[in-house]
């Protein structure tokens, strides 16, 4: 045991060493809980059935969720013991509870307000940790001190956003798994250079799960599965924790290193572009034509780019491209620009994309309802902006 504590204290004093062991371990440990995961659900015939709205056209098993839960329990189990503030025992139980309502909703459709009640719980046990407490965003979209009550409903929401975006972009091959690196890649420097090395781990090791899991999801024979709901809300409820986290940082970050960014709350909006673009275009595109917000339909960034004629892993890759794009470009104007310059770069970026998915849906409306060339797909996709 006292050589245990001393390998324990050895691993804090030098996080460095838990990179490598952290991402092979998971990397082998997720590709091997994945392919037992696989082999019971066909087993026991556990499949997505394929309707109208479906990417796939044969049954998959959306059951990736299970191995992504083990992974994480040992990962974080294995921190703590390490050295994470043990307060992160309740974003475990919060796992859990996420993790359960997902893979119900794999198993047999769940209502949304049992899904939304169990992710208001799972909010609950983690923003009133300490390690998440903050009230500025820093000049973010002009905002700074916001009243106690008003970050604690502001961190409710973004949870509660963050949970279900991911759930929503959830709908072809390798895009969840591709915005989860992402954003990991993200939030791992910000993490090392504030003194939040072991967080850094734990993004390292979302990376190595995403990038094992990946193997399953692009395979196109008997190895397919899906992340499922279990997957996707799981994902998507860690991650709101370090986002969160990020957030709470502030000024802790060393900005004489010019790569890093000078507003880690704006930065947020730039590397997690893809899942709030597409929450609330669809939000606004459903309210706009009478429907339910939560009932599910053809009009997602990934639809987009599938009806326009882009198979799985290009749409991925074109709208990962994208995202990584527009991290880089922020990071290399934020060394010249002020804050209010750079909220003005992030407004113009997702303005400007709105914009070019409406040219993309309208031209490939058009397209199929008479053969017209580009140019003229183009224009009458502009003018659908004129009044």
């Given at each position: 045991?006292?050589?245990?504590?001393?390998?324990?204290?050895?691993?804090?004093?030098?996080?460095?060493?838990?990179?490598?062991?952290?991402f092979?371990?998971?990397?082998?440990?997720?590709?091997?809980?994945a392919?037992k995961v696989?082999l019971v659900?066909?087993?026991?015939?556990?499949m997505?059935?394929?309707?109208?709205?479906?990417?796939?056209?044969?049954?998959?098993?959306?059951f990736?969720g299970?191995?992504?839960?083990?992974?994480?329990?040992?990962?974080?189990?294995?921190?703590?013991?390490?050295?994470?503030?043990?307060?992160?025992?309740?974003?475990?139980i919060g796992?859990?509870?996420?993790?359960?309502?997902?893979?119900?909703?794999?198993?047999?459709?769940s209502?949304?307000?049992?899904?939304?009640?169990?992710q208001?719980?799972?909010?609950?046990?983690?923003?009133?940790?300490?390690?998440?407490?903050?009230?500025s965003?820093h000049?973010?979209?002009?905002?700074?001190?916001?009243?106690?009550?008003?970050?604690?409903?502001?961190?409710?929401?973004?949870?509660?956003?963050?949970i279900?975006?991911?759930?929503?972009?959830?709908?072809?091959?390798?895009?969840?798994?591709?915005?989860?690196?992402i954003?990991?890649?993200?939030?791992?420097?910000?993490?090392?250079?504030?003194?939040?090395?072991?967080?850094?781990?734990v993004?390292?090791?979302?990376?190595?799960?995403?990038?094992?899991?990946?193997?399953?999801?692009?395979?196109?024979?008997?190895?397919?599965?899906?992340?499922?709901?279990?997957?996707?809300?799981?994902?998507?409820?860690?991650l709101?924790?370090?986002?969160?986290?990020?957030?709470?940082?502030?000024?802790?970050?060393?900005?004489?290193?010019?790569?890093?960014?000078?507003?880690?709350?704006?930065?947020?909006?730039?590397?997690?572009?893809?899942?709030?673009?597409?929450?609330?275009r669809?939000?606004?595109?459903?309210?706009?034509?009478g429907?339910?917000?939560?009932?599910a339909?053809?009009?997602?960034?990934?639809?987009?780019m599938?009806?326009?004629g882009?198979?799985?892993?290009?749409a991925?890759?074109?709208?990962?491209?994208v995202?990584?794009?527009?991290?880089?470009?922020?990071?290399?104007?934020?060394?010249?620009?002020?804050?209010?310059?750079?909220?003005?770069v992030?407004?113009?970026?997702?303005?400007?994309?709105?914009?070019?998915?409406?040219?993309?849906?309208?031209?490939?409306?058009?397209?199929?309802k008479?053969?017209?060339?580009?140019?003229?797909?183009?224009?009458?996709a502009?003018?659908?902006?004129?009044?």
């Open positions: 045991m006292k050589n245990l504590n001393e390998l324990f204290v050895l691993l804090k004093e030098n996080p460095i060493v838990l990179l490598p062991i952290t092979i371990t998971v990397l082998f440990l997720n590709h091997y809980l392919s696989l659900t066909k087993a026991k015939k556990l997505t059935e394929v309707n109208d709205r479906s990417s796939h056209k044969t049954p998959v098993p959306p990736g299970v191995s992504f839960f083990l992974v994480l329990m040992l990962l974080f189990a294995g921190l703590i013991a390490v050295g994470l503030d043990p307060t992160t025992g309740f974003l475990i796992i859990s509870f996420i993790f359960i309502s997902g893979i119900k909703d794999d198993l047999m459709a209502s949304a307000v049992m899904k939304l009640v169990t208001f719980f799972g909010a609950a046990l983690i923003i009133f940790l300490p390690e998440l407490q903050f009230d965003l000049g973010a979209f002009g905002i700074n001190s916001i009243p106690e009550w008003g970050f604690i409903i502001f961190k409710f929401y973004c949870v509660l956003f963050i279900n975006s991911f759930n929503l972009i959830d709908g072809i091959d390798g895009l969840s798994s591709t915005i989860g690196i954003v990991s890649a993200s939030l791992l420097p910000i993490f090392w250079f504030s003194g939040n090395e072991l967080l850094g781990v993004c390292l090791g979302i990376i190595a799960m995403l990038i094992s899991f990946m193997r399953f999801n692009f395979s196109s024979g008997k190895f397919k599965m899906f992340m499922g709901d279990g997957g996707s809300l799981t994902l998507g409820y860690v709101s924790f370090l986002i969160l986290k990020a957030a709470s940082i502030g000024d802790a970050l060393p900005f004489a290193e010019s790569w890093l960014p000078n507003n880690v709350a704006l930065f947020i909006l730039v590397f997690f572009f893809l899942p709030t673009l597409d929450t609330f669809v939000i606004v595109i459903r309210l706009r034509e429907r339910k917000v939560y009932v339909d053809r009009n997602h960034l990934h639809h987009v599938i009806d326009a882009l198979s799985h892993k290009q991925t890759a074109t709208l990962g491209l995202n990584v794009l527009f991290i880089l470009a922020y990071l290399f104007l934020d060394q010249y620009l002020t804050n209010l310059g750079m909220n003005l992030v407004i113009s970026f997702y303005f400007l994309s709105v914009v070019v998915l409406r040219v993309i849906h309208t031209s490939t409306r058009m397209s199929k008479e053969k017209t060339n580009w140019k003229a797909q183009l224009g009458i502009l003018r659908s902006f004129l009044p």
